[in-house]
């Protein structure tokens, strides 16, 4: 994970993760409200913490990076439920 943190661009992944939270949370789309239960607790729950961390600002290199990876892996199972655009977005963040 350190030495993925030092390669990751993070401002352009926390975009990228900020695009994502605004995709799923967006009340406007209501995606939310659409995903099974499943995908609800596997993907959309890290996803929310990692919201708290990006609005936050507080966080390393190694944090962000790992938040990433866990959301990018949780979101794997469900990818195919999901629609193109998100899960283009998801297959930017690192593994």
Request: with cysteine.
């Amino acid at each position: 994970m350190i030495e993925l943190s030092g390669r990751v661009n993070i401002p352009d992944m926390a975009g990228v993760l900020n695009s994502i939270v605004e995709f799923v949370f967006s009340e406007e789309t209501d995606f939310l409200d659409s995903m099974t239960d499943e995908a609800q607790a596997d993907f959309a729950v890290p996803l929310g913490m990692s919201a708290k961390m990006l609005s936050n600002g507080e966080y390393s290199a190694m944090e962000f990076v790992s938040a990433a990876c866990t959301v990018r892996f949780c979101a794997e199972p469900h990818m195919a439920e999901f629609p193109d655009e998100l899960a283009q977005m998801l297959s930017r963040l690192p593994r």
